[in-house]
């Protein structure tokens, strides 16, 4: 079982960057499809980006991509979202999730370990 901790959220101007961190402990992430998710103001949780269990085969919703990346260093056990040229529809909390039982997934009932989330507020 693995437990989850995303750090990294913040205040930031349209246009800025922020770099997400979802810290691992209890097992290693090289046996986990990860993926980032997020939760708009008003609307349900929404799929952002998926990292393979592989660590090379990657996924992005269509509003994120060519913006965001999302990686993985398997030496420190964490997952990152890189998130560039923020917009204000960007501003939620970022939550990370570990799927076992699957190596790539979009959907939410893939996967079976969540983190806390982080909040990430984009400001024009």
């Known amino acids: 079982q693995v437990q989850l901790v995303e750090s990294g959220g913040g205040l930031v101007q349209a246009g800025d960057s922020l770099r997400l961190s979802c810290a691992a402990s209890?097992?290693?992430?090289?046996?986990?499809?990860m993926g980032w998710f997020r939760q708009i103001p008003g609307q349900e949780r929404e799929f952002v980006a998926v990292?393979?269990?592989?660590?090379?085969?990657?996924y992005y919703a269509d509003s994120v991509q060519g913006r965001f990346t999302i990686s993985r260093d398997n030496a420190k056990n964490t997952a990152y979202l890189q998130m560039n040229s923020l917009n204000p529809e960007d501003t939620g909390v970022y939550f990370c999730?570990?799927?076992?039982?699957?190596?790539?997934?979009?959907?939410?009932?893939?996967?079976?370990?969540w983190g806390q989330g982080t909040q990430v507020t984009v400001s024009s």
């Open positions: 209890g097992d290693s992430l090289i046996n986990y499809g």
């Open positions: 999730a570990a799927a076992q039982r699957t190596q790539f997934a979009t959907q939410e009932d893939r996967y079976d370990y």
């Open positions: 990292l393979a269990r592989n660590g090379k085969s990657t």
